[in-house]
């Protein structure tokens, strides 16, 4: 059977590897160095996705650029050691790329630290493209850093699709014009995810795989 999209984007945290304990302790770091704030899990994990720095603004405007630098030295400094990788994922993209499927990704984190974590989880050398913070303005929810990943790769918006962990993956794919796959084993609630409207909702690495090359469920 022919792959069901011949350009696959995906969000990195929680998509692509499992950061999320690896976040949720660096946030959780970060406001408790600087502020002496517990932060539950659940409120830390509500900010994945967005930028760094403008989601901890957003939380504490007189001390956000200092918990990003915090956040940062320290999120760098224990990412080989609590980063995990899901399984299933390197076989899956080999299998797309195999099957002539583009991949990149499109990814709040800075650019080398989102190649950082793709070596770490081994999958660095089968990702075309890293779009990153750096690459543009505005950020999701908003479509341009999915369009900036296309355009890098010279495909049109409309035969990509976005794969993403997070309500905002979903809103950014549909304003970008692109299919949108959600998937469970992130920081998003499920039901939270099938609200947002996505094309499908999985919940394992190999109905995903299944889903992207055409392959019938069974």
Not at 32 to 48: H, K
Not at 127 to 143: F, I, N, Q, S, W
Request: hydrophobic content about 50%.
């Amino acid at each position: 059977m022919q792959p069901r999209f011949r350009t696959v984007l995906f969000d990195l945290d929680g998509t692509l590897a499992d950061t999320i304990p690896l976040i949720v302790a660096s946030y959780q770091h970060a406001f408790r160095t600087v502020l002496e704030e517990e932060v539950e899990e659940a409120r830390a994990r509500a900010w994945i996705g967005r930028p760094l720095l403008p989601a901890l603004l957003d939380e504490a405007p007189d001390h956000g650029h200092e918990l990003d630098r915090v956040y940062r030295e320290w999120n760098l400094a224990n990412t080989a050691r609590l980063i995990r990788r899901y399984a299933g994922v390197p076989e899956m993209l080999g299998a797309l790329a195999e099957a002539g499927v583009r991949t990149a990704v499109a990814t709040s984190k800075r650019r080398e630290t989102a190649r950082l974590a793709l070596r770490g989880v081994g999958i660095d050398h089968l990702v075309d493209v890293v779009a990153g913070l750096e690459d543009t303005t505005r950020h999701k929810p908003e479509p341009d850093p999915l369009l900036h990943a296309a355009a890098t790769l010279d495909v049109d918006p409309a035969d990509c699709v976005y794969v993403g962990d997070a309500i905002v993956d979903v809103l950014a794919a549909r304003a970008a014009g692109m299919a949108a796959v959600a998937v469970t084993w992130g920081a998003g609630e499920r039901q939270a995810l099938v609200a947002a409207g996505p094309a499908a909702v999985v919940d394992t690495v190999a109905h995903l795989a299944a889903y992207l090359l055409g392959h019938r469920e069974g």
